[in-house]
């Protein structure tokens, strides 16, 4: 092994324990940072370094890194900005150790690229999700719940799948039981999220249903699993438990093969969709933007402003209102009206 490959084990634990990065974050950079020192001792590399080891770079050499040789690896500017990172806090690292004198990282600059917006659910097709699973069944009950959890309250998929029955929190306004839920996501954050009160409903009549509660959902630390799995191939004496919790995979799954039934376009069909959904409306229906950051628990309001360049249909109807062509009425523009209500074109 050499030395880099041992400073990057000293590194794991220098993330973890000092930087309180992660456990993922960590792995991540640490796959980026073996990559970086087979660059440095493949023999048949293209654009090899100048120097002669990792902790001897200049840099050009870095630059070489995550500039051309990325490029000769076809790798988007988006999928440079972790090895940049990764590179910034190695060095940082290893400067620190008294290893280099010159952190040549310190003013490495993240690849620039485009954003694109994001793809919101459809509200027509958000209602056609929620009715997909049906609510006959124990599984249509738990997916309609978790669905419209998702298009109700914004949350991410990690928060939805780290609830617990200890995330439920219930209280009463103006006679009505209301829930907020208690989710845990992104970065570790714990927020609060409120829920509509028709989902709140749904979510008690999931948990009220004769199959859910014969099942043994109870957890070592005196909580119980909320979203229980119904296909599990284990021995029935383990199908107990945290054995009952459902995985984001398969609830992943499950969204796509409601939205494929539900008829919504390819590009939809992810539970991160019925988030954007959430975001566009909160910024159509006015909503300022400090509370639009705090209902979807971004810790940026920059992030949070994306959806306000999406809420354009308001904006759309009130231009279509007031402006003088919809007040116009002469054979062109009715034909011009009826050619383009007939080739609408379909969203992929």
Wanted: hydrophobic share 40%.
């Amino acid at each position: 092994m050499t030395r880099f490959l041992l400073l990057i084990d000293e590194y794991s634990n220098w993330g973890l324990h000092t930087l309180c990065l992660s456990p993922r974050t960590v792995d991540r950079y640490l796959s980026f940072l073996r990559r970086y020192e087979h660059w440095w001792s493949a023999a048949d590399a293209p654009q090899k370094p100048i120097s002669a080891t990792p902790l001897q770079a200049t840099r050009a050499d870095v630059e070489t890194y995550i500039g051309i040789y990325a490029h000769h690896r076809k790798l988007k500017p988006q999928s440079r900005m972790g090895e940049v990172a990764a590179l910034r806090s190695f060095y940082r690292f290893v400067k620190s150790r008294g290893l280099v004198s010159d952190n040549v990282t310190e003013e490495l600059k993240y690849p620039r690229f485009g954003r694109t917006l994001p793809k919101a659910l459809a509200l027509g097709d958000a209602d056609k999700l929620l009715m997909a699973p049906g609510i006959k069944t124990l599984q249509g009950m738990r997916d309609t719940s978790m669905i419209g959890l998702l298009i109700g309250s914004g949350m991410r998929l990690s928060g939805l799948m780290s609830m617990t029955q200890r995330s439920l929190l219930w209280a009463s306004e103006e006679g009505i039981d209301r829930l907020t839920v208690r989710v845990t996501e992104k970065g570790k954050k714990e927020r609060l999220i409120p829920v509509p009160a028709e989902i709140g409903v749904l979510v008690r009549a999931y948990m009220g249903h004769e199959e859910y509660r014969a099942i043994d959902r109870q957890l070592p630390n005196g909580d119980a699993v909320l979203w229980v799995t119904l296909a599990k191939q284990v021995p029935a004496h383990e199908y107990i438990g945290a054995q009952r919790r459902m995985s984001g995979r398969t609830f992943q799954d499950l969204f796509r093969r409601y939205a494929e039934k539900a008829g919504i376009p390819e590009g939809y069909r992810k539970p991160h969709a019925a988030r954007h959904l959430y975001g566009t409306e909160l910024a159509e229906s006015e909503v300022d933007v400090i509370a639009r950051q705090s209902l979807l628990g971004h810790s940026s309001p920059k992030t949070t402003e994306i959806y306000t360049h999406m809420a354009a249909r308001k904006l759309r109807q009130l231009a279509e209102r007031a402006n003088p062509i919809s007040k116009l009425a002469n054979p062109l523009l009715n034909d011009l009206r009826a050619l383009a209500k007939a080739t609408q074109p379909k969203r992929t």
